[in-house]
């Protein structure tokens, strides 16, 4: 059973950082990507940013390039995103995910998730 535990999230200023944590349990972390998406108050659920299995290639939303970067350590089962610059618009409660296929790709689709962490920037 695969679980996904996130932390890091809190309350900062516009242009502070934040760095998220996921933890991850159930099966060989190492062969699969993982990813990070968020839900804003009222509107759905979108991809953040994503990272292959072994974490030599990673994917942005365009709206985070250049500010957040997502990274993992296999040996510890974990995945990271650091969040620099942050704005207003990034308020929202992020999720760490995870896809059920195996392989070397960032997919589109993700099967499993975490609980989810409150990120709020203010203004």
């Known amino acids: 059973q695969v679980q996904l535990v996130e932390s890091g999230g809190g309350l900062v200023q516009a242009g502070a950082s934040l760095r998220l944590s996921c933890a991850a349990s159930?099966?060989?972390?190492?062969?699969?990507?993982m990813a990070w998406f968020r839900q804003a108050p009222g509107k759905e659920r979108t991809f953040v940013a994503g990272i292959n299995w072994s974490g030599e290639s990673t994917f942005y939303a365009a709206s985070v390039k250049g500010r957040f970067t997502v990274s993992r350590d296999n040996a510890k089962n974990t995945v990271d995103l650091q969040m620099n610059s942050l704005k207003p618009e990034d308020t929202a409660v992020y999720y760490c995910?995870?896809?059920?296929?195996?392989?070397?790709?960032?997919?589109?689709?993700?099967?499993?998730w975490g609980q989810g962490t409150q990120v709020t920037v203010s203004s």
């Open positions: 995910a995870a896809p059920e296929l195996s392989g070397d790709f960032i997919p589109w689709e993700y099967d499993y």
């Open positions: 159930g099966r060989t972390f190492s062969r699969y990507a």
